[in-house]
């Protein structure tokens, strides 16, 4: 038995806005530097846990990590609007959007207890470890997506169907 069809992530025209933004160029940039910060920073965080050695470099790296983040998070909402026509929660990517808000809340949580002193050091890097293991999460929701973007250009490939959604 087949699984009931999935409408296609993007209608014709949201893809050829898609294709057509500098966004998606932008978004492609920063999501592989993200994460090879990510793990940069991850490495530096747990290697501060197990060994006390590295607070600073730890610290440091979470902040830039945070950084990246807001960064991409901005630019992820242009593309958004671009694309989708709002700047978050579309229908499209509604739930990557909701995780995205837990995984920016846990950043910037971090950034208040490092600047009011909130928490012991361990604390504010077990904070970190939540909020990069929230980051995972959505990374892999974003990855999934994308998967389902090439999934539905293949098919349309496949079907005969063009760009603009006409058979061919």
């Known amino acids: 038995m087949r699984s009931p069809a999935r409408l296609p992530l993007y209608t014709p025209d949201q893809r050829r806005r898609r294709d ?3 966004w998606t160029l932008v978004q492609g940039i920063l999501a592989p530097v993200q994460f090879l910060i990510f793990l940069v920073s991850l490495w530096l965080v747990i290697r501060f846990l197990a060994t006390g050695e590295g607070a600073q470099a730890a610290t440091i790296s979470v902040v830039v990590k945070t950084l990246a983040l807001y960064a991409i998070m901005i630019t992820g909402s242009i593309w958004e609007k671009v ?3 709002r700047y978050l929660f579309a229908p499209a ?3 990557e959007d909701v995780v995205s808000m837990l995984v920016l809340a846990l950043h910037t949580a971090y950034l208040v207890t490092i600047s009011l002193g909130w928490l012991d050091l361990h604390g504010q890097m077990a904070l970190a470890l939540a909020a990069y293991a929230t980051y995972v999460v959505n990374a892999a929701q974003f990855v999934w997506k994308l998967r389902s973007a090439r999934l539905d250009a ?4 496949r079907d005969g169907r063009d760009l603009m959604g006409a058979a061919t």
Do not use: L
């Open 154 to 157: 293949n098919r349309d490939v």
């Open 20 to 22: 057509e933004s500098i």
């Open 83 to 85: 694309v989708f026509g």
């Open 93 to 95: 990517f509604f739930w």
